[in-house]
C-alpha cells in the first residue's frame, strides 16, 4: 500500500467501526465516506498553488547614462500612458484567464539593476491605471554602462517570484546601446530561450550619426540579431523622440495579445544578418581604453 493512502484508510476504518455501532445505513455512511475523501484531497493541495495568467512579463528598461533626461522621461511617460490605454485594458481582459502579471525594471551596468514597480497582477482597467500611477510617481534612476546581458539575466530570476503561472514569459528589453561590459550577451539570450522565456526589444536608434565612441548606427540590427530571441520575437525600433509612446503602446499590444508583429512594420530576428558581430560594444569600449594615456 502506498504510504500516502494509509491516513485516509486509517480514517475510514475508524468511521466504518463507529457507524456500524450507531446502525447506519450503507448509503450513509457511503455518503460519509465520499466526504471523508473530498476533504483529504482539499487538506493535501498545495496551500499555495498558483494562479494562472496568459503572461508574465518583465519590462526591463535602460536607465545608463548614454541617454539622456529627457529621453528617460519620454521612455517612462510612454510606459505611463500605455497602462492608461483603454485598448491596453481590453487585450489584458481579452485573454483566455483575462489578466497578467508585470513587473517594472530599471537597469544599466553589470551591478545596476533595479525593480521599480514589483510583481503586479492586474485583470482590469482598475489594476492598469493603479500601475500607471506607481510608475508615474516613482523616481528615474541613473547609472553607468551598458550591460544587456546582466539585465536579462536578472530578468530571469525574477520569474521565480511573479506568483503566477503564465501562459507565456516575455522580457521586454529597450536600450539606446550594445552591450559593452559584463559577460557576452549572446550566451545569456540563449538561456533565457532555453528556459522557454521570449525577448523582445525597443532599440532606441535617435542618433542619426555616431555621437560617442561607444553608439553603434544599426542598433536595431544588433538588436535583431544579438538580443531578441524565443518563438515570435520581435523588437519595435525608436527613430524619433516623438515615436516613444506609439512604439511602446504598440509594442505592449503586441505582447500581451501575443499576436506576431507583419514583418514589413516591426522587423523581426530573421530580418538581422546573421554574421553581425555581437561583441562590438566591447570591442568599442576596448579601443576607447587604449587610447587613454596613462
Not at 62 to 91: C, I, N, P, W
Not at 255 to 282: F, K, M
Amino acid at each position: 500500500m502506498d504510504k500516502s493512502s494509509r491516513p485516509l484508510v486509517t480514517k475510514v476504518s475508524r468511521a466504518r467501526r463507529a457507524l456500524a455501532r450507531v446502525g447506519a445505513t450503507p448509503l450513509l455512511f457511503a455518503s460519509l465516506l465520499m466526504a471523508c475523501a473530498a476533504l483529504e484531497l482539499i487538506s493535501s493541495a498545495p496551500a499555495s498553488a498558483q494562479p494562472a495568467a496568459d503572461l508574465e512579463l518583465v519590462i526591463a528598461v535602460d536607465v545608463s547614462l548614454s541617454m539622456d533626461l529627457d529621453e528617460q522621461r519620454l521612455q517612462r511617460d510612454g510606459y505611463v500612458a500605455a497602462f492608461r490605454d483603454t485598448e491596453m485594458h481590453k487585450a489584458i481582459t481579452s485573454g483566455g484567464h483575462g489578466r497578467l502579471a508585470v513587473t517594472y525594471v530599471e537597469w544599466a551596468g553589470p551591478a545596476s539593476q533595479s525593480v521599480v514597480i514589483p510583481w503586479t497582477l492586474i485583470d482590469g482597467p482598475n489594476g492598469a491605471l493603479a500601475f500607471a500611477d506607481k510608475l508615474e510617481a516613482a523616481p528615474i534612476s541613473r547609472a553607468r554602462l551598458t550591460s544587456i546581458s546582466s539585465a536579462l539575466k536578472f530578468s530571469q530570476e525574477l520569474f521565480a517570484s511573479s506568483g503566477v503561472k503564465g501562459i507565456r514569459r516575455v522580457v521586454d528589453v529597450s536600450g539606446d546601446g550594445p552591450n559593452n561590459s559584463g559577460r557576452p550577451v549572446v550566451p545569456a539570450r540563449d538561456e533565457l530561450v532555453a528556459a522557454g522565456i521570449v525577448i523582445n526589444g525597443l532599440p532606441i536608434v535617435l542618433h542619426a550619426a555616431v555621437s560617442m565612441a561607444f553608439d553603434i548606427p544599426d542598433l536595431d540590427a544588433y538588436y535583431g540579431a544579438c538580443v531578441i530571441g524565443g518563438p515570435g520575437a520581435f523588437m519595435v525600433p525608436v527613430r524619433e523622440l516623438k515615436e516613444f509612446a506609439s512604439a511602446i503602446r504598440r509594442k505592449l499590444l503586441l505582447e500581451i495579445s501575443g499576436h506576431h508583429p507583419p514583418v514589413r512594420l516591426v522587423p523581426t530576428q530573421a530580418s538581422s544578418p546573421v554574421d553581425y558581430d555581437c561583441l562590438v560594444g566591447e570591442k568599442r569600449w576596448q579601443w576607447y581604453f587604449d587610447r587613454i594615456p596613462n
